[in-house]
């Protein structure tokens, strides 16, 4: 077998870990869906942090990142280069299922895992699945994360050993794998770069303005207003949370969620004053993604 020589991308991965150690990135719902709330999507989480952990990777969520910016280019960016990735297909969320598509395309390193409560798709059968219980009862759990540490392992190892190797599009004949294009910027054009985006952020003060003309209420000198904008950035960011295609069901769920979660802050409780107020700062925040 034909050893297959470390990618650059790879190695430079490695020197910016000072531990050494690569990132695993993470694909699953975080909100409500298919009967599973929010709490068990976040355990299934830890479960899966945990196994890729034990198998000496860092593990994230493909929307997480250190900056700033533009979450959908965040996640793209990360499919593309996160070395391996684990996708939790369990519900058949759409956004999990596009974003899975986006990584097979690129034929990187994938892992998919499901519960025992969700059928296989047709496109993606021909992947293996490692199987786990949606009950997560102790037991079980403990054997899946055993088997998903390997397979983090194993299927690191060969990808980086087998030139071959592929965990979907080569079954299928020969393609040329998406690439990213990447622009590597000098101090000069980096300064005029950032005064563009600045400029782009002054032009968008007048409707930001208008915007909070509009509440239905004085914001005052409290600042209630954007102290629930931060909470509510925070939440999308960290449940990989897109509202395009969401319909009206999705959406009242989403705000059930959302106040459920905001009305356990004891800073937004005093701000807001009343469930009321809070309900409305939602309502005129979500009209504004």
């Known amino acids: 077998m034909a050893k297959k020589k470390i990618s650059d991308e790879t190695i430079a991965l490695e020197k910016e870990n000072p531990k050494g150690k690569l990132t695993c990135g993470i694909i699953m719902s975080i909100s409500s869906i298919d009967n599973c709330s929010i709490e068990h999507w976040k355990e299934v989480q830890d479960i899966l942090k945990d196994a890729i952990s034990s198998a000496g990777f860092i593990a994230r969520l493909v929307s997480e990142a250190d900056d700033s910016g533009i979450i959908q280019k965040r996640i793209i960016q990360n499919l593309y280069s996160d070395p391996i990735v684990v996708?939790?297909?369990?519900?058949?969320?759409?956004?999990?299922?596009?974003?899975?598509?986006?990584?097979?395309?690129?034929?990187?390193?994938?892992?998919?895992v499901k519960d025992d409560k969700t059928d296989y798709s047709f496109d993606t059968s021909p992947i293996e699945h490692i199987p786990y219980p949606r009950d997560l009862r102790f037991s079980s759990?403990?054997?899946?994360?055993?088997?998903?540490?390997?397979?983090?392992?194993?299927?690191?190892?060969?990808?980086?050993?087998?030139?071959?190797?592929?965990?979907?599009?080569?079954?299928?004949?020969?393609?040329?794998?998406?690439?990213?294009?990447?622009?590597i910027l000098g101090k000069d054009d980096y300064i005029l770069k950032s005064i563009e985006d600045l400029r782009d952020e002054i032009r968008r003060i007048p409707m930001k303005t208008k915007m909070i003309r509009e509440l239905p209420f004085d914001i005052g000198d409290d600042e209630s207003y954007f102290l629930v904008k931060s909470k509510m950035i925070k939440y999308f960011k960290e449940r990989n949370i897109s509202m395009r295609g969401m319909g009206k069901n999705d959406l009242e769920t989403l705000k059930k969620d959302l106040f459920a979660y905001l009305e356990t802050f004891d800073d937004i409780r005093d701000a807001c004053e009343s469930p009321t107020r809070l309900e409305r700062t939602i309502d005129i925040l979500l009209q504004n993604v």
Do not use: Q, W
């Open 141 to 183: 759990i403990i054997k899946f994360k055993d088997a998903l540490t390997d397979k983090v392992k194993g299927t690191y190892k060969r990808a980086n050993e087998d030139r071959d190797y592929t965990t979907f599009l080569k079954h299928f004949g020969k393609f040329r794998v998406a690439e990213l294009e990447e622009h």
């Open 87 to 112: 996708c939790d297909v369990s519900g058949k969320n759409p956004n999990v299922m596009f974003e899975l598509g986006m990584r097979l395309a690129f034929d990187k390193p994938t892992i998919v």
